[in-house]
């Protein structure tokens, strides 16, 4: 038996400000909204789409805000 895909609405990214969703399993939302953790609830999920539950960030916007630039890390080596 297949589990019921819905889409949830996200709240608002508080880097971009625009809200979201997300495609989840019926049974998962239900587990979540239980109390269980997104991580639990949503194993299929992957862990962006899990954080944009939880805090509203999209992954390209957490990618933006926390991307290690590789130029800096490379300078960083250099200096060694």
């Not at 625009?18 to 239900?30: I, P, R």
């Not at 590789?70 to 960083?76: I, M, T």
């Amino acid at each position: 038996m297949s589990d019921t895909l819905t889409t949830i609405p996200t709240r608002k990214c508080f880097h971009c400000g625009s809200a979201g969703e997300v495609t989840v399993t019926y049974s998962g939302l239900v587990a979540y909204n239980r109390g269980e953790l997104a991580q639990v609830a949503f194993p299929e999920l992957d862990k962006t789409l899990r954080e944009q539950i939880i805090s509203g960030t999209h992954p390209a916007c957490w990618e933006s805000m926390f991307a290690l630039d590789e130029d800096a890390l490379d300078d960083d080596e250099d200096a060694e």
